[in-house]
């Protein structure tokens, strides 16, 4: 399996962790490039970004339109009815992406993986069923889609997991982020949930809220 194309941001000294975080639905990797400056992570941190590019296919709920995505939604509910067997064939595409990492000098404990909206269902099950610890798992504006079918490798028992949403977001409602948190926790995870006064985005004290958990987590 080939890999997926990437926006690479790396460290001023040599790199020592790495964040892998995906995009939303109809983004691309450029989409949060912008937001290494303002996470404001101290240089001996030396963090690698990869932020990679979902393939463009159709997409149901958008009448078929081509553009990029991790896995096509059929149909807009409380629940989201989605094309699983892509999602996980998407997952199985970033954990290329963590393999390359370690191949890189990269220890698995120092890699986080991120995603917002569409791009943190693929996280969640990317993350839970990864077969070394990771660092932690960031999920922004998101919903867990396979809660219910996720087999989880036990390597990742004890995986930090941060959850952010908006209390206002009309694409994924807020609910979804508590119910996501709810199922994690009931699971045996360890999880910290945040909301914000907010729609389907970032702001700056999530921005900064993130940019503590990260110091956290790979410090």
Not at 93 to 101: M, V
Request: hydrophobic share 40%; aromatic share 8%; charged share 20%.
């Amino acid at each position: 399996m080939s890999l997926l194309p990437c926006i690479v941001k790396e460290p001023p000294s040599s790199a020592n962790a790495a964040v892998i975080w995906l995009h939303g639905l109809g983004a691309d990797g450029n989409d949060f490039v912008p937001i290494i400056p303002e996470l404001k992570l101290p240089a001996e941190l030396a963090v690698r970004f990869v932020f990679p590019n979902a393939p463009s296919i159709p997409v149901t709920i958008n009448n078929g339109y081509v553009m990029p995505a991790w896995y096509d939604i059929t149909e807009i509910d409380i629940e989201r009815k989605i094309d699983a067997t892509q999602l996980i064939a998407s997952a199985e595409k970033i954990r290329l992406l963590i393999d390359r990492e370690i191949d890189r000098g990269i220890p698995s404990g120092r890699i986080v993986l991120a995603g917002f909206s569409q791009g943190g269902a693929v996280a969640y099950q990317t993350a839970l069923t990864y077969m070394l610890p990771l660092a932690g798992l960031l999920c922004l504006s998101t919903y867990f889609a396979t809660k219910d079918t996720i087999t989880p490798n036990t390597a990742n028992k004890q995986i930090p997991i941060k959850i952010c949403h908006g209390t206002m977001d009309p694409v994924v409602p807020v609910g979804q982020g508590k119910i996501a948190s709810e199922r994690l926790s009931d699971m045996g995870y360890t999880v910290e949930y945040s909301d914000y006064p907010m729609e389907h985005a970032v702001c700056p004290q999530e921005i900064a809220d993130v940019s503590q958990w990260l110091q956290k987590v790979l410090g």
